[in-house]
């Protein structure tokens, strides 16, 4: 039997993926979206463009396919909860 793990801290810090990896953005992490979608651009944004991981695959914190973290829902049902608070 093998066991493989991965290192989070180590892959969300590869500066391939996440430019300035040291640095404080929290827009990283929202998705993209498409280039004709405008809503909620200011001054001087590129249109369309939002800044996260340039590769799908480049953070997977919950896992992926059938063996991935049980608790994601949970997880980000608690974060949603919280942000409704503030």
């Not at 290192?7 to 929290?26: E, G, V």
């Not at 992490?29 to 200011?42: K, N, Q, S």
Request: proline share 10%.
């Amino acid at each position: 039997q093998t066991l493989i793990t991965l290192c989070h801290y180590a892959t969300s810090r590869d500066s391939r993926f996440f430019p300035a990896p040291d640095a404080f953005r929290p827009e990283r992490w929202l998705r993209h979206r498409d280039t004709g979608d405008t809503a909620g651009d200011t001054a001087g944004d590129t249109p369309g463009h939002v800044p996260g991981p340039r590769h799908p695959f480049a953070s997977l914190p919950f896992g992926l396919g059938p063996r991935s973290c049980v608790g994601r829902r949970l997880a980000e049902l608690q974060l949603h909860m919280a942000l409704a608070q503030v």
